[in-house]
């Protein structure tokens, strides 16, 4: 569940995304094809965090203003980063939304860039704003950015210097999303074949399962050697929790409000299969642990067995996709980004 925000940001966010309420957001009348759905639920997604990412900014705002807590600019940051989950690591979309994934957040930071690049920055005793944030390396213009001001180097906060900056991300943060949520207008399938499309579709939620493994694989490293820096999200602690978001949007992402992949296979006479694969999503996510760091967790041997488990539970979701799915359905699901990370 995503923590409340205190009343008294509500009317800056309102006031800041207008365009977000549900009739504007809605891009079809009548009843809606698969294919329809899919782009309205992304299309809302988009939406979604351009209302969040506005609620961020005017925290940060506030917060340097000396008119609300850091604790209500870190759940802020919380709820955003949620909601981008629903769009991380996807593949299949719109180009311009796409491309802009990098800005949204750097992640993995292997070699701790963002924090060389902040404290580069912050050694710049000048005002910035949100278009010279966004010509600076990609490592400082997104959430992962803002994670290292509002939970590592919360003191820097205090200063001007950095209050500008964590401004300026924010403000960038808005504006990107903007731009995907305008990319999004657009059904980028809408031109393509059924069968296609079907492929877009698998795709779509085979990349996005691919890159949620990533963030699970790469910490737990070799059996019995973890690396909880590699873990996303880790100052924050909320490594977990935005993995769990991941599930929860790959899930919204197969049943696509009852008229997505669940609805087709058993069209196919496939509920053997659909069942499978719903009673799966359920029960992970039902069961997925609460109120843990998966930074603390892979530390003993009993939590590195206990993140071992989720990442077999994805394992087995991918192969459901991978194999069952695709070879039901007749689509190849090719390589992605994440492949050979």
């Known amino acids: 569940m995503k923590k409340k925000l205190a009343i008294s940001l509500i009317p800056f966010a309102l006031a800041a995304c207008q365009t977000t309420h549900e009739d504007s957001n809605k891009l ?27 609620i961020l900014h005017n925290a940060m705002s506030a917060y340097c203003a000396k008119n609300a807590s850091l604790e209500s600019v870190q759940s802020a940051w919380t709820e955003g980063m949620e909601t981008w989950m629903a769009l991380q690591g996807q593949e299949k979309g719109p180009e311009q939304a796409l491309s802009l994934s990098w800005s949204m957040q750097f992640w993995p930071d292997k070699k701790n860039t963002t924090g060389r690049k902040m404290k580069e920055l912050l050694k710049q005793n000048k005002a910035w704003n949100s278009s010279e944030i966004d010509s600076q390396s990609v490592a400082v213009r997104g959430f992962g950015a803002m994670e290292w001001l509002l939970f590592e180097q919360t003191y820097q906060l205090k200063s001007a210097n950095g209050c500008s900056i964590g401004s300026a991300i924010s403000q960038n943060l808005m504006n990107n999303s903007a731009k995907i949520a305008t990319a999004w207008r657009t059904n980028p399938w809408e031109d393509l074949s059924d069968s296609m499309w079907l492929s877009e579709y698998v795709g779509l939620l085979a990349n996005q399962l691919d890159y949620s493994m990533k963030k699970l694989s790469r910490p737990l490293g070799e059996i019995g050697k973890p690396r909880p820096y590699h873990s996303e999200a880790w100052r924050s602690k909320s490594s977990l929790i935005l993995l769990k978001a991941n599930l929860e949007a790959l899930q919204q992402t197969y049943l696509a409000n009852g008229n997505g992949l669940d609805k087709i296979l058993r069209e196919k006479g496939l509920d053997e299969l659909a069942d499978r694969i719903t009673d799966h999503f359920e029960t992970s996510i039902s069961t997925w642990p609460k109120d843990e760091s998966l930074f603390t967790l892979i530390k003993t041997r009993e939590g590195y067995q206990k993140a071992l488990g989720l990442y077999n539970d994805f394992e087995y979701l991918k192969y459901l996709i991978h194999e069952e799915i695709a070879l039901n359905l007749n689509v190849v699901v090719g390589f992605n980004a994440t492949d050979g990370d």
């Not at 079809?28 to 506005?54: C, I, K, S, W």
């Open 28 to 54: 079809y009348n009548g009843p809606m094809t698969p294919q329809e759905q899919l782009h309205q639920l992304q299309f809302d997604r988009a939406n979604e965090l351009v209302e969040h990412t506005a």
